[in-house]
């Protein structure tokens, strides 16, 4: 697993990325999910987006 937060893209998003490996192996394929994780200027704060 990997987690990243992004810089903020504007006032009311700031991302934050979770990177899951598919299989054991972790050369492989990811799952991606991205979260606004900027809690005080919006309505969709801790939904979670898949990349994948």
Known sequence: MIIAEAFEES????RQFIAVSRPENPEGAFFIYNVDV???????SG???SLA
């Open 11 to 14: 006032a009311t998003v700031q």
């Open 38 to 44: 900027n809690f005080k200027n919006n309505d969709d």
């Open 47 to 49: 939904i979670i987006h």
